[in-house]
């Protein structure tokens, strides 16, 4: 905005009435630390922000400007990732390895973001090394603007509720495992806001309900790996929103939520006033694995929790066909009015001609003896020099090259090349993304900068014909899909958010060995009106490091 408003009387009218109108800004410091925590009964080494484990709530409002100034007192480098907040045009604060330098120990940076026309529940955490596995993850519930109707009720009170999957090894075991060329293999548990609990077990209330009033959980899954299963003993759950769209108001028993998803739900406290256990499972693992926290009633005397846990949902082909039929009654309640990104994309998708079709089919192999996850057939690395900063100084033929991935699988599946998976994209391009999973692990994938449409999910392989089962009316705008076993999904979406854009396995054992991209969605004329400009403060690294700025973006 700034180098913009210099030139001409009119110009600067206008932007004197932009500054009025300016959105309202929320400063956050955060001192990143490491801290003793016991999340699984026993104390160990996590990563704490401000001493909190799981991390402070970003609690904001649809258009909010947030800066938050983080401290890295940790020994080694850092970057924290939003989740599912789109940073229009501005890829700069993203927080993923391809586009900015890590925030090196000792130093700070600050991000400063807008949460430019979203509402809904996303969580931040760390990209860095396999940090993610010790904490420093946290909400960021965005609430709709004043004047903005909401579809329910307010409710009395919101719990955020983090589920993650648990190791036990420190985040460097970790790491060194994985860099060794092993996997780290299965979690030893799953938490739920950082605790483990059993039935029986003297547990702490997780949260108290006032009988009569409705609540909203904001539940996400923040793990490495494990798909879940969570429920409420003895109450139902009313879906109301899922990574950001409003949904239609079905009532579920249980809900499966995969790695990097979350959603709300509405629970009423309508029964016998006493403690009941939130029970969360984990989902197509050999041997399942839990985890209870106990929600307690205001009035209820101390009454304790009936012992008896609401069932898991069936395992195996069974399974697979419940959590699917569970996906395909999520829609999208089109006549709720929220902020919604993507204006192009957002209203009847269904009739865009779709410009380029790209099929991932994911894989698990040994390079030189080593465990590597790739994409087509290609495994991707960390470059020293962020992509997005090699591409925009102009120096990225010594970085990367575009598209060495095809935009479908190579015939021989075989071979896998390593090297940074940077895909050309064309601005504005309207895109279906097929995710095809020939292995037997559930899969789940994320994209960074957009939202897309969920428009199917099916057993066996995928074929153009299969278009005519997409959902084309009414599919969640969201930013995350799973791909059960021998399956495949479909999503959709417009890249019209210029930037560099990480789409990855979220499950971090796969992305850290590979099973990720970057889109490179360029606005061809430098323009601000399309891009923000490289923040003036932004830390430098690898070869651009002490390299002339390149000209500014300009017009609007
Ligand atoms: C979060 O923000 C909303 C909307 O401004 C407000 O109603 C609510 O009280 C806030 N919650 C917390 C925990 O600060
Ligand atoms: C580091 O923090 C100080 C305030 O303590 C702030 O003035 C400075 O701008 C921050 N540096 C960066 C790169 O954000
Ligand atoms: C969709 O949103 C509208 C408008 O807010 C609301 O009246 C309606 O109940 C919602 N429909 C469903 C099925 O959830
Ligand atoms: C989509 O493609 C069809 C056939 O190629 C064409 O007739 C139609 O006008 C296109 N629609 C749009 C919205 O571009
Ligand atoms: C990316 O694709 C566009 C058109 O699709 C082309 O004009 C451009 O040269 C490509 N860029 C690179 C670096 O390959």
Redesign the pocket.
């Known amino acids: 905005m700034g180098r913009a408003c210099a030139t001409s009387a009119v110009v600067l009218l206008l932007c004197l009435s932009a500054v009025i109108a300016e959105d309202p800004y929320l400063f956050f ?1 955060w001192k990143v630390t490491y801290g003793t925590i016991s999340p699984m009964g026993f104390p160990q080494q996590g990563i704490l922000i401000n001493g909190q484990f799981p991390g402070p709530m970003i609690n904001c409002t649809s258009n909010n400007n947030i800066i938050v ?1 983080v ?1 890295n007192e940790l020994d080694e480098p850092l970057l924290l990732t939003w989740s599912g907040i789109q940073q229009r045009k501005n890829s700069w604060v993203d927080g993923t390895i391809g586009t900015m330098c890590p925030i090196m120990p000792g ?4 991000y400063k973001m807008q949460v430019k026309d979203q509402i809904g529940t996303y969580f931040y955490f760390p990209t860095t090394g396999l940090q993610r596995a010790a904490g420093g993850y946290g909400p960021i519930n965005v609430h709709s603007r004043d004047l903005i109707p909401v579809p329910f009720d307010s409710p009395a009170d919101e719990f955020n509720v983090f589920i993650s999957d648990w190791y036990n090894k420190g985040h460097k075991t970790l790491k060194k495992i994985l860099d060794s060329g092993h996997t780290i293999a299965r979690p030893d548990g799953v938490v739920i806001n950082g605790k483990h609990g059993k039935v029986g077990d003297k547990i702490d209330p997780l949260f108290t309900m006032e009988a009569g009033k409705t609540y909203r959980y904001r539940v996400c899954n923040v793990g490495m790996r494990t798909s879940v299963n969570f429920r409420f003993k003895g109450h139902t759950m009313t879906l109301v929103e899922m990574e950001g769209s409003h949904t239609i108001q079905n009532v579920y028993d249980s809900l499966d939520l995969h790695v990097g998803q979350c959603l709300s739900v509405l629970v009423t406290a309508d029964k016998e006033p006493k403690d009941y256990y939130l029970v969360v499972s984990s989902r197509f693992f050999k041997q399942e694995f839990s985890t209870v926290a106990i929600i307690s009633y205001a009035n209820g005397n101390g009454i304790t929790a009936s012992p008896e846990l609401p069932p898991s949902p069936p395992e195996n082909t069974e399974g697979i066909a419940w959590s699917i039929n569970q996906f395909r009654s999520f829609r999208w309640n089109l006549t709720a009015s929220a902020a919604r990104p993507n204006p192009q994309g957002s209203y009847h998708y269904g009739q865009i001609n779709i410009t380029r079709t790209i099929k991932l089919v994911n894989s698990k192999s040994y390079v030189d003896g080593k465990l590597r996850y790739a994409l087509n057939g290609v495994s991707h690395i960390n470059t020293d020099t962020p992509l997005k900063l090699a591409e925009y100084f102009g120096i990225s033929e010594k970085v990367f090259k575009y598209d060495i991935m095809g935009d479908t699988p190579p015939e021989n599946g075989e071979k896998v090349t390593l090297a940074p998976n940077v895909v050309n994209a064309t601005f504005r391009n309207f895109v279906e993304i097929v995710f095809e999973n020939h292995e037997k692990t559930i899969q789940t994938y994320h994209l960074d900068g957009h939202s897309f449409f969920a428009v199917a999910i099916e057993a066996g392989r995928w074929s153009p014909e299969k278009r005519k089962n997409y959902n084309l009316v009414d599919a969640v705008s969201r930013h995350s899909i799973q791909v059960y076993p021998n399956s495949w999904a479909a999503v959709m979406t417009t890249l019209d958010n210029a930037g560099m854009w990480n789409l990855r396995s979220d499950m971090w054992e796969r992305a850290y060995l590979g099973q990720q991209l970057y889109f490179s969605v360029l606005s061809p004329e430098r323009s601000l009106r399309d891009e923000h400009n490289l923040p003036d ?1 932004q ?1 430098l690294c690898g070869l651009v490091k002490g390299m002339s700025m390149p000209p500014p973006y300009s017009g609007f």
């Open positions: 410091t100034n401290f130093t700070n940076f600050t403060k830390q």
